[in-house]
């Protein structure tokens, strides 16, 4: 039986740290409390000026393809996850392609938001699984959200930063790797939060600009908590049933980075002990759909990963658009 295996994780992270403390001064108002000890982040990365979404993919990319020991002229299938592109058309994968030499690939983009990697992973693997001519497939995550930041606005300003994380996956046999996942969507939630402007119900005109709303990320109506509380553990429940695995057969739960309350939460209404899992929003901010794979390097280069774990994935995102996938590392 054919399955993928993961060969070479990398990430990248903007060198400009901004501090709590930064963003109080720009606000007017102290948020260090709150976010460092409610929300989990104590500072976070943001792209340079003349840093793009492409450009963060690229050095994930690369950093993932040296630790797999795999030439970019060896990648078969580049799938990058992002809801920040390079531009509305053509898709990000494909400048990505170019840049990093990988001339045999096909390449395509996916936006599912904040769930967009575990989303993108759960189709890497099955392009292997399914099709023998793919062999090593590149799969990214990138978030550049910062460029659509407005940096008077606390409520956007202090959660969301930039970065990018790669997984090379490699085809192989008789290795069981890929155990379960599932996909959930609720469109109703499609209006709640978003970048409302630049794409074809509200193209960018000077009135747009002007009011300077739509055209940034922003929260339109608030998330119930109750969405990621009972949602996480649904999912999970979901796909844990699906790979015929117990709570207890899990070694590690990496869940999108967005919030250590609720993460805490979910660990403890699912009765999991918070040492099986691991947080980057602390040190990276929030990085949304670049936030799984950083995580999950972060994590196996502090040792809390090793060959032969079981590892569930959990993301979710605007949309409302939410990811699961368990798999052996």
């Known amino acids: 039986m054919k399955d993928a295996r993961i060969i070479g994780t990398g990430v990248y992270v903007p060198e400009r740290v901004v501090s709590n403390a930064e963003l109080s001064a720009n606000l007017g108002t102290d948020i260090d409390e ?28 690369r950093a993932a393809l040296a630790d797999a020991g795999v030439d970019a002229k060896d990648v078969d299938l580049i799938l990058l996850a992002t ?6 058309s053509p ?5 990505v392609q170019d840049r990093i030499g990988a001339v045999n690939a096909g390449t395509y983009d996916i936006n599912a ?12 693997y099955k392009y292997i ?13 990138c978030y550049a959200m910062s460029k659509f930041v407005d940096w008077k606005d606390k409520k956007t300003s202090t959660l969301f930063a930039d ?12 290795e069981p790797h890929f155990l379960a996942s599932k996909l959930v969507a609720d469109g109703s939630y499609s209006d709640f939060m978003g970048i409302f402007a630049g794409g074809t119900k509200m193209p960018i005109t000077h009135a747009v600009l002007d009011e300077n709303k739509t055209n940034k990320l922003r929260f339109a109506k608030k998330y119930p908590p109750e969405v990621n509380i009972n949602g996480w553990p649904k999912i999970v429940d ?17 869940w999108t980075q967005v919030n250590l309350s609720t993460i805490r939460e979910v660990m403890s209404l699912m009765k999991i002990p918070e040492s099986k899992t691991h947080t980057v929003m602390e040190k990276w901010g929030y990085t949304g759909s670049a936030c799984i794979p950083m995580v999950f390097h972060d994590a196996l280069h502090a040792g809390k990963i090793a060959r032969g774990n079981t590892i569930v994935l959990c993301a979710s995102g605007g949309g409302l658009n939410m990811a699961c996938l368990a798999m052996k590392f």
Not at 38 to 55: H, L, P, T
Not at 129 to 141: C, S
């Open 129 to 141: 699984i399914a099709d023998a001519t793919y062999r090593n497939v590149l799969v990214i995550g």
């Open 91 to 95: 898709a990000t994968s494909v400048i």
């Open 163 to 174: 970065g990018a994380g790669a997984f090379v996956m490699r085809a192989v046999e008789n």
């Open 34 to 61: 709150f976010v460092s000890s409610v929300v989990g982040i104590k500072e976070r990365r943001i792209a340079a000026e003349d840093e793009s979404a492409a450009d963060l993919a690229i050095n994930a990319a």
């Open 83 to 88: 809801d920040t592109p390079e531009y509305i």
């Open 113 to 124: 938001a904040c769930a967009g990697f575990v989303t993108t992973l759960d189709a890497a």
């Open 238 to 254: 979901d796909v844990l049933k699906k790979a015929a695995i117990s709570l207890d057969d899990v070694d590690i739960f990496l």
